[in-house]
């Protein structure tokens, strides 16, 4: 059985990987639920796969 590895990534990471958005756009995207994520204590965590799902219009949240 193959393992499929998850990567999470923090708030600033996202930001980072993508050009032109900024930490604080990313965690109100994830605050008002635009974004899907999770919460970790007091971190947000970014599946990288739905990120790039959703940069790419796959992905729609309601």
């Known amino acids: 059985m193959a393992e499929t590895k998850i990567t999470m990534l923090t708030i600033k990471e996202a930001a980072a990987l993508v050009d032109g958005l900024t930490e604080y756009r990313v965690r109100e995207m994830c605050r008002s639920g635009e974004l899907p994520c999770f919460k970790a204590g ?6 990288k796969e739905i990120l790039h799902k959703y940069l790419n219009g796959e992905l729609v949240v309601r």
Request: no cysteine; proline share 0%; net charge positive.
């Open 42 to 47: 007091k971190k947000y965590l970014i599946n």
